[in-house]
Each structure stands twice: as C-alpha cells, then as structure tokens.
C-alpha cells in the first residue's frame, strides 16, 4: 500500500516539474510557434548552474540560487532569440536546426564544466523530513515541487490571460502586422517570452536537481518529456501542460516501477491515443 | 541542353568509373572503410531527402527507423536465423514500423510532424536503451559474421565496399527514377500547393504516406547495411544525434537534390573522423556547423555552388544583367 503512495506522490512531484519545464516550451511553441529544441538544455543547464551554485563554496540559499540560475539562462536565451532566431521568423526548417545546433553546444560546454559525471545537490536543510498527513509521512521536498508549479500555473495563467502584458501577447500572436500597428512592440514580447520560458526550464532544472541528479544526457531525457506534454495538452494551453505533466509524471514512475522494460512504450500510449482521436492535443488549437 | 545532358553523363560515368576503382586507389584498409561509411550514410541521407527536400516533412525520428532495421537483422542473427532471414525480416520490420510512424506523424505537417517523429525516435531509443531483456540495453548486440551473397566473402573492406556500392547505385537510381516520376511530380506539388493537390483531386494524405515508406524502406537498408559494416549496434545508433546527424547532410548538401546528400554524407563522415582523430569533442562543432551554415548558407552547399559557378561562367560571358534576366525567365 505504502509503495503506491510512495509512487503517486513521486509521480506528483515529477508532474510538477515537467510543468515548470513544459509551460514555457508550450508557450514559445504554442505563441511563437517555435519548436524549441534546447528546451531540455536549458533545463540541464540550470540545473547545473544550480549544481555550482548550491556547491559549499558558494553555499547560496536554494531559493536565490534558483532565482538566479533562472536569471542567467533567462539572458543566455534571450540573446539566442533576439540575434539569431529572430532573423528566421516563420521559417521552421532553419529554427529546428539552429535550437538543435545550440542544443548540442550548451551540451558540450557543459560537459567540458561540469564533466561526465552525476551531481547531486543535497536538499536545502529547510526542506529535509517528511510532512505526516492522516497517518502517512510524504517527503516535504516532492511537496514543495508540487506546491511551487501551483503558485507558477496561477501566475502565469494571471499572467496570460489577466494582465496588460498578457493582452499584448495574445494580440502579437493572433495578429502580429495588426498589433504592431496599434503601436505594441512585438518583438521584444517575443525575446521576452523567450526568456521567460528559458528561466523558467532552468528554474525547474534546479528544483529537479536534488531529486533526479543532474548528468549528461538529461537535456534529451527532457525533451521528449516536454514534447509529449506539450503532444497531450496542446500547444500554447497552460491547462493542457498541467494536466499533460501529470499524466506523464503518473505513467513515467508507474510504469518505471511495474514494468521496467517498457517504461517507454507505456509513456508512448497516451501519445498515440490522444494523436489518433485528437490531433490538436486535449486542449489545444490545431498544430 | 544536348551538351549539358552530354556532360552530366560523362561526369555520372567518371564518377563511376573512381568509385569502382577506389579500392586499388586507397590501398589502405582505413580509407576504404571510411568511404564504405560514406556510402551507407549517403543512403541514409537520400532517404531522409525524399522526406525532407521532396515531401517538405522533416523528420528527427529517422534514427529510429535506421536502429529499428539493425536491431531486427542483429537479434535475428544473434538467435541463429540465416542471413536472407534476417535481412528480409529487417527491411519487412522497418516498413512495419515506418506505416505505424507515418499514420502517427501524419495526423499533422510542419512543425507538428517533427515534433511527433522526434517524440517517437526518442522511444525507439529508449526501448533501446531500456528493454535490457529484448535488446541488451547499453552493451548492444553483437553480430559474428557479414553475409556471404552469391557466396562471395565480405568480411574483407575493400568486397564490403564494392557491395556497398552496388546497393548505393541501386538507389541512386531508384531516387533518379523517383525525382523524375509523375509520382516525384506530385509529391513535389504536395510540398508547394496542398490545396491544389487536394483540389486536383490528389490524394495527399497517401502520396505522403507512400514517400514516408519509401522512405522508410531505404533507411532500414541503409541501417542494415550499417549493422552489417559495424558487425554492432547499440542503443547509440538511435540516438537524436543519428537524426540529426542524418539531418545535417541533408540540409548542409543542399535539399531537394540527388548530389546533395551524398556529399553532405561525405563531408560530416569525413569531418567526424577526422575531428573525433584530434578532439573529442564531436557534438560541439557539429552544433557549430548547423548554427553557421543556417546563418550563412542556408540553401545548402551544392545548390549554393551550383548558383556561384552558373553565373561565374556566364558572368564571365555574357554579362550579369543577361544572366539575371536567364534566371527569371527560368523560374517562370
């Protein structure tokens, strides 16, 4: 009984991450329609900056050392976009190539910093033990994951869907000639956007490091995640990537722990199903 | 025209004529293994291009499909099928699997399809890498012998190399047959004008579906032949890196174009050898490479000579404003 307890909140607690991954490679892919490729390597690049700066001879608090990890990888990103993909707007074949290139790149660099072996940041002391909730104890970290993906979702659905930014957005998206016009400067929405996915992916890489390891390799373990995320939720859906992490999050650690094997064809079920009876994703617009 | 078509033979002949004799050229053993590698993922690369440069549908999922095609002939031989079983098996398996991977990247185009293949290459790696029961996971299987057919021996380079390349010109062919068909024709009207295909009455959900197969069916010989050559297959094979790999002959070659990928094939087969020879770090200059030739030469190498030597030699001729006006009437 205690095991699937254990499995649902661990599955919980990797929903939460994929959102903070998936919901900004929903909105670039979904907004911009950029297909992201160095999604997960800002993820693992984050979470390495975190790595360093969790080391005991920074010894940040983990909440600014995820702030700024988020920060650095926000700019790193923006300048990616503002002079090189920006030039390539609309053309998909060029981004792909030019993402993957930078993906590969950040991979390496990374590996010749941090080298080929696994690190672990050991929880901040704050957030060590477990919570005891009706008789059961639930490792406060997994929780705190979940908790900050809520507080993320509700910001930026207020962020979309409330705000004079979120507006701006939505109307460069629809209609970029026409929201130029009326004077927004969509542009530099776009970098914003960007960037704010970007952070977001690190931010996430730094939450996930105590709890994953961080290693090579991790960028394209994520990507794929992101993508079927993004597959089942539908693109530019902030509820679909929710809802999309949590199924991915269940099938990935039950099926890891049932079937070993085939953890992989497991998570590629749902895919299928939701492509072949609805191709825009469950709550997405057309891809 | 009679003279242009005059010198594309003579070069296809000339050409010929140095792939069949490079062995005794080479003389080293090395060389020669390299060019067979050339060749195989030449093959790779002018089945990618179909998708790529014909169709207009990028794929990041073609690793998969290559591993699929390798793994099938490997395990086979491994449980102690013949050869012309697993070989038939392999190709039968990759276009199995290609119709699954077409009727599931097909429900969109663009950037839906690649996101789609890439997800499903992922999982064919991932079953790689995971299933250790079916597929050894990380240490690969092994395959003891290369097939003996018309019981000539392959197990020595330069009869590797030869075979390669009688498979190579087979498709080469195929291709050249492919591009010039009405079918190439309409496929090439899928990637420029869907409505209008549609409206003519054009099928274009299985004129893709089709390509994908062809497609398909030369990435598992392509893969089989790889199997073959390497006599080992990992889960590395299936890697993103292979797709993109895969991808950058294409595009650095130039798409939609039979010269193309194979002499993008040659140039990232030339270049990862000799780089991964001096440094190891192989992933970061092909990531380079990808970010410039996107930023400076994005219509692909050989279309980009062909433009610069067209108007070099006329320009020297008749003057560049004739020649502007040439390739405008041309593209009417």
Redesign the interface.
């Known amino acids: 009984m205690s095991l699937w307890i254990t499995l649902a909140v661990n599955s919980i607690a990797l929903g939460g991450l994929l959102f903070l991954l998936s919901a900004g490679f929903s909105l670039i ?1 979904g907004l911009m ?1 950029i ?1 992201n ?1 160095m999604h997960g390597s800002f993820f693992m690049l984050g979470a390495f900056l975190g790595v360093t700066l969790l080391d005991r001879r920074v010894d940040m608090n983990f909440w600014l050392a995820a702030l700024l990890s988020g920060m650095i990888t926000a700019v790193i990103a923006g300048l990616i976009e503002r002079f ?1 993909l920006r030039r ?1 707007e609309g053309q ?3 981004q ?3 993402t ?6 950040i ?3 990374c590996l ?1 910093i941090w080298t080929g072996d696994p690190w672990q940041p050991p929880t901040p002391p704050h957030l060590r033990g477990a919570v005891q909730v009706a008789g059961l104890y639930f490792p406060l970290y997994r929780l705190v994951i979940v908790a900050v993906a809520v507080v993320v979702a509700i910001a930026l659905w207020i962020m979309v869907d409330w705000t004079r930014l979120g507006a701006m957005i939505r109307a460069g998206v629809d209609d970029a000639p026409m929201a130029r016009v009326i004077g927004i400067k969509v542009s530099r929405l776009f970098t914003l956007v960007f960037a704010l996915g970007g952070a977001l992916a690190a931010f996430a890489g730094v939450m996930g490091a105590p709890y994953l390891s961080v290693y090579p390799g991790l960028d ?1 373990e994520m ?2 995640l992101a ?2 995320v ?2 089942l939720g539908g693109s530019g859906s902030l509820l679909g990537a929710l809802v999309g992490s949590f199924v991915i999050g269940f099938l990935y650690n039950f099926g890891q722990a049932m079937f ?6 497991i ?2 079920l749902p ?2 199903l939701v ?2 009876l609805r ?1 825009q994703g469950l709550f997405g617009r057309p ?1 | 025209m009679t003279q242009s078509t005059a010198v594309r033979w003579g070069v296809v002949a000339g050409a010929s004529v140095v792939l069949l004799t490079l062995p005794w050229w080479l003389g080293n053993a090395y060389y020669i293994n390299v060019t067979s590698q050339i060749l195989i993922f030449a093959i790779l690369a002018l089945a990618l291009n179909v998708l ?1 440069g014909y169709a207009g549908l ?1 794929s ?1 999922g073609h690793a998969g499909l290559f591993a699929i095609a390798g793994y099938t002939a490997a395990l086979l031989l491994q449980a102690g099928y013949g050869h012309v079983a697993a070989a038939l098996a392999a190709i039968a398996v990759t276009i199995v699997a290609s119709a699954v991977f077409g009727v ?1 990247a097909l ?2 185009t ?3 399809f ?3 293949t ?3 290459g ?2 064919i790696w ?2 790689a890498y ?5 597929t050894n996971g990380d240490n690969g299987v092994n395959v003891s012998t290369r097939p003996q057919p018309f019981g000539l021996s392959l197990s020595k380079a330069d009869a590797f190399y030869l075979a390669t390349l009688v498979v190579f010109a087979l498709a080469i062919g195929t291709m050249a047959v492919f591009v010039r068909s009405p079918f190439g024709a309409s496929v090439r009207g899928t990637r420029d004008q869907e409505r209008r295909m549609n409206a003519l009455g054009y099928n274009v959900w299985l004129i893709r579906f089709f390509v994908i197969l062809i497609s398909g069916f030369w990435t598992g010989i392509a893969g089989l032949l790889f199997v073959y050559y390497n006599q080992f297959i990992s889960p590395q094979v299936a ?3 292979t797709s ?1 790999e895969a ?2 002959m294409v ?1 650095s070659g130039g798409t939609a174009t039979l010269l193309g990928p194979i002499v993008g094939a040659a140039i990232v087969v030339i270049m990862k050898n000799i780089v991964s020879a001096y440094i190891v ?1 192989w ?2 200059v ?6 410039l ?3 400076f030469m ?1 219509e692909g190498l050989v279309p980009g000579a062909v433009r610069l030597s067209r108007w070099g030699w006329r320009g020297v001729r008749t003057g560049r404003k004739e020649v502007l006006a040439e390739a405008v009437g041309e593209r009417k």
């Open positions: 892919f329609r297909p490729l090189l390539l998909v074949l060029p792909v190539l030019l993957l290139g930078f993906a590969f790149i991979a390496d660099v010749m394209f990507l794929p993508l079927m993004v597959i070993p094997d085939l953890a992989y064809v998570l590629f895919m299928l492509l072949v191709p891809l | 790529v990028v990041l599931l429900r969109a663009g950037i839906g690649l996101m789609i890439l997800a499903i992922q999982i991932g079953v995971r299933w250790q029961s079916l890697a993103l890196t993109a991808l950058l595009i770090r992933n970061m092909l990531g380079i490479i990808f970010v030739i996107i930023t994005p």
